[in-house]
């Protein structure tokens, strides 16, 4: 295969960092070269993922796919690999289960690697999901919106997915779409607290913070709670050190909406056997 110079200069770079910077840079191209393509082919994916279905799968497999599921739900994603390692399986979902560990490990480079071999797969609209995770976990937004944009298509009623679009947009900027895709996340579940704390924050990021206290007081967050979402808005954007922490969340599965404040991109429970 020819390479253009621009190519070869990248290769080079890559040979003389391939110590620590190595799957930042290859996990930046995965993410910078595919969201154009999904994009412009939402519709091509939306009737291909309409044509797969994740073949029957034994009994035995089904077992040990939601024990795998549950520990994986449990925060434990070093001892998820090793029972994925274990087991052997290589059927879709155990391979979106392993992205999800990998993804929680904070092994990025190899979690976009298998998400971005199950785009086409019968799992395609979580991968896609996986993909829109690790880019604005990245602050590529644009990257973020492109494959949650797909994500939606593919799973409409998916409330998870819906409120990671709504987010995705709102720290695009579009807050108009972001309020449609939030709204719709809450509707389709009542119990989504990440969506519910997400549409708070863009309230307060909207100026409205009467809205925001009524939508408080009709979901029942304390004003304590409040007040931190409130915060979290000038956190998220100007303090690296916060920031840091939500991802450390995020990437340890921590941040479940349910038992702590939470707001920012995708519940960590992605893990369904389908």
Same mark, same amino acid.
């Given at each position: 295969?020819?390479?253009?110079?621009?190519?070869?200069?990248?290769?080079?770079?890559?040979?003389?960092?391939?110590?620590?910077?190595?799957?930042?840079?290859?996990?930046?191209?995965?993410?910078?070269?595919?969201?154009?393509?999904?994009?412009?082919?939402?519709?091509?994916?939306?009737?291909?993922?309409?044509?797969?279905?994740?073949?029957?799968?034994?009994?035995?497999?089904?077992?040990?796919?939601?024990?795998?599921?549950?520990?994986?739900?449990?925060?434990?994603?070093?001892?998820?690999?090793?029972?994925?390692?274990?087991?052997?399986?290589?059927?879709?979902?155990?391979?979106? #289960?392993?992205?999800?560990?990998?993804?929680?490990?904070?092994?990025?480079?190899?979690?976009?690697?298998?998400?971005?071999?199950?785009?086409?797969?019968?799992?395609?609209?979580?991968?896609?999901?996986?993909?829109?995770?690790?880019?604005?976990?990245?602050?590529?937004?644009?990257?973020?919106?492109?494959?949650?944009?797909?994500?939606?298509?593919?799973?409409?009623?998916?409330?998870?997915?819906?409120?990671? #679009?709504? #987010?995705?947009?709102?720290?695009?900027?579009?807050?108009?779409?972001?309020?449609?895709?939030?709204?719709?996340?809450?509707?389709?579940?009542?119990?989504?607290?990440?969506?519910?704390?997400?549409?708070?924050?863009?309230?307060?990021?909207?100026?409205?913070?009467?809205?925001?206290?009524?939508?408080?007081?009709? #979901?029942?967050?304390?004003?304590?709670?409040?007040?931190?979402?409130?915060?979290?808005?000038?956190?998220?954007?100007?303090?690296?050190?916060?920031?840091?922490?939500?991802?450390?969340?995020?990437?340890?599965?921590?941040?479940?909406?349910?038992?702590?404040?939470?707001?920012?991109?995708?519940?960590?429970?992605?893990?369904?056997?389908?």
């Amino acid at each position: 295969m020819k390479y253009s110079s621009a190519h070869q200069v990248y290769f080079s770079w890559f040979k003389l960092h391939a110590s620590r910077l190595a799957g930042a840079v290859l996990l930046a191209m995965l993410l910078q070269g595919l969201p154009a393509w999904a994009e412009s082919s939402d519709k091509t994916a939306k009737e291909n993922a309409a044509k797969l279905s994740c073949q029957a799968i034994s009994a035995e497999d089904k077992t040990q796919l939601e024990m795998i599921g549950k520990v994986l739900a449990d925060g434990k994603a070093y001892a998820a690999i090793a029972f994925l390692d274990a087991s052997k399986l290589e059927l879709p979902q155990a391979r979106l #289960y392993r992205a999800h560990a990998l993804r929680q490990t904070g092994q990025y480079e190899q979690s976009a690697q298998y998400y971005q071999a199950l785009l086409g797969s019968c799992v395609s609209g979580l991968a896609y999901q996986g993909m829109g995770l690790l880019a604005e976990m990245q602050d590529q937004h644009e990257a973020a919106i492109s494959y949650l944009k797909v994500a939606s298509t593919l799973l409409p009623v998916e409330s998870r997915v819906r409120g990671d #679009y709504g #987010y995705a947009l709102m720290m695009a900027g579009d807050n108009r779409q972001a309020l449609a895709e939030l709204l719709t996340a809450i509707e389709l579940d009542g119990k989504n607290r990440l969506a519910i704390n997400n549409l708070v924050l863009l309230m307060f990021k909207t100026g409205q913070d009467e809205k925001a206290a009524q939508i408080a007081s009709d #979901y029942g967050i304390t004003e304590q709670n409040l007040a931190e979402i409130r915060n979290s808005l000038g956190q998220s954007s100007l303090n690296p050190a916060a920031k840091s922490g939500q991802r450390q969340q995020y990437m340890l599965g921590s941040c479940n909406g349910n038992t702590q404040l939470c707001t920012g991109i995708l519940s960590p429970t992605l893990e369904v056997v389908q």
